[in-house]
């Protein structure tokens, strides 16, 4: 029997799936044994795409073009038909003649298989119907398909599948491949915004001696002709301070990052972040540098300060609200941790707003209003919002602000509930910073396993001194839903972390 083209393959019962196999390796045999095999061909003349073709039609019509791309239906089929090609530009139809190929080529042509590689050359025109289309002259068979693509109408539904066989996504869902074009467009855009901004890109290790920089649990590997453990880098930040200190005043990194952690629609366990850090600015310099990339992306991306994400409208008109910490707790649950001047009162604030502190966190003032903060108002900020200073507890890395000691200069941004970016106004105290790192030990030490290591080699660095700096670390896969707006971080990764089908 023949392969049916008219009929989506998997629209045809599963035991015809084997013999559909069968059927396009005997082709591909008979291919081999008439000297014609696709696997030989190394390159073809393309010089028109389908996009350019289909938008400047009077250009191109009655002109002679080579094309290219991936068969997605056939229609007709007795002297003539109709074929639909994808190339990475996007679709054309081509119009194919038995009397143009002659009988031998378009008996070839008529094995031919959705989903096979082809090229063509021919003239543009438009059809009776007025469809935009490629009259072939040529058609040539550049690589055979020998697994039947999903449902041509409907595309790969089954989300599980899409992302463990992105490839085949992003042939049969266009609108997959938009995502990653915007991806790429957006990072541009960040570095052109940063590069004339007169900050330089530089790479750091990603396998380190010392898991620094972040809150996080890390991948560990070893290092064999060492014999040294390492780990996986779950942040940029020290490298890059150490840069700071060496003289770089304005760097920044893109970079992939590593946490063993777990995985839902906003977590993957390697993404991609900025970092950049900057001499003699603060955290307000770094929420105009978030604001300015975020806004001017939209504008640029999209032409409007208007977006949908995870079915909210949000507004990045630049002017972005900035709330401290405590007067957001104030604001979302009433409770007013400025009027608060105890620990033990703070904790039982917020025990009877029904907030309980980690278990291995300390029962401090500060801690407390974070705590708070996380589990009763980051759900409600909708629309860009910069919450600023954070307790010193959870920021290790910060510097403290002069007008109260227990808060540092740091804030982060939130955007439909989901953070954005994270930024501070740098420790650069090397004796506070210490203290800092042993307070972070001992809080490791009593089981949490995601707190700071000390870097001794990063104290040594800022004895040398640091100038007052500000840093930030912006999430590029979580920027990248919002201006896509999809709901899940795998639909903006392109080959997230899947657990194998056999565990």
């Not at 880098?233 to 890059?240: Q, S």
């Amino acid at each position: 029997m023949d392969e049916q083209n008219k009929m989506p393959e998997a629209q045809q019962p599963e035991v015809e799936l084997s013999e559909i196999l069968r059927i396009r390796r005997e082709k591909l045999s008979a291919l081999q044994q008439a000297g014609r095999d696709p696997f030989r061909e190394t390159t073809y003349d393309v010089n028109a795409y389908a996009k350019d073709i289909n938008e400047k039609f009077d250009e191109y019509e009655g002109k002679q073009v080579s094309i290219a791309g991936r068969i997605l239906s056939k229609r007709g089929m007795g002297k003539a038909g109709f074929i639909d090609i994808q190339d990475g530009s996007g679709r054309i139809q081509s119009y194919v003649r038995k009397d143009h190929l002659g009988d031998e080529e378009y008996e070839w042509f008529k094995k031919y298989d959705i989903g096979d590689i082809i090229g063509i050359v021919g003239e543009v025109f438009r059809t009776q119907k007025g469809q935009i289309s490629v009259k072939a002259d040529m058609v040539k068979l550049l690589s055979k398909s020998l697994l039947p693509l999903p449902e041509k109408w409907h595309g790969l539904k089954d989300t599980d599948l899409r992302y463990r066989q992105r490839y085949v996504d992003l042939i049969v869902n266009p609108d997959v491949r938009k995502n990653f074009e915007m991806r790429s467009r957006f990072i541009s855009h960040m570095r052109k915004y940063l590069d004339e901004r007169g900050y330089i890109e530089v790479e750091t290790p990603v396998l380190n001696t010392i898991a620094g920089g972040a809150a996080a649990r890390p991948f560990s590997t070893h290092h064999n002709t060492l014999d040294l453990d390492m780990y996986m880098r779950i942040a940029t930040e020290l490298p890059l301070k150490r840069l700071i200190v060496g003289g770089m005043e304005r760097v920044y990194e893109i970079g992939r990052i590593f946490r063993n952690e777990g995985m839902d629609t906003k977590h993957n366990p390697e993404f991609t972040t900025v970092e950049l850090y900057q001499a003699y600015a603060d955290f307000h310099t770094m929420m105009d540098i978030a604001e300015g990339i975020l806004s001017s992306a939209a504008m640029e991306l999209h032409g409007t300060y208007q977006l949908q994400w995870l079915g909210e409208t949000v507004d990045l008109t630049p002017g972005w609200r900035r709330l401290t910490m405590a007067d957001a707790v104030k604001e979302y649950t009433g409770v007013d941790f400025g009027a608060i001047a105890d620990d033990a009162t703070a904790v039982a604030a917020a025990a009877a707003i029904g907030v309980e502190l980690p278990e291995a966190a300390e029962k401090s003032w500060g801690n407390a209003l974070y705590a708070c903060f996380d589990q009763k108002v980051e759900e409600k900020l909708i629309q860009p919002t910069f919450i600023t200073m954070y307790p010193v507890e959870v920021s290790p890395l910060t510097k403290r602000s002069p007008e109260d000691p227990r808060l540092t200069e740091r804030f982060e941004l939130f955007i439909c509930h989901s953070e954005i970016a994270n930024a501070y106004s740098e420790l650069n105290d090397p004796i506070d910073q210490r203290v800092r790192f042993e307070k972070q030990l001992e809080q490791r030490e009593r089981g949490d396993d995601e707190t700071e290591m000390l870097d001794e080699d990063f104290l040594t660095a800022m004895e040398y001194g640091m100038p007052p700096t500000g840093g930030m670390g912006m999430g590029i896969d979580r920027s990248v839903m919002l201006l896509t707006g999809a709901d899940s971080i795998r639909d903006v990764i392109l080959f997230p972390t899947m657990k194998p089908l056999d565990k």
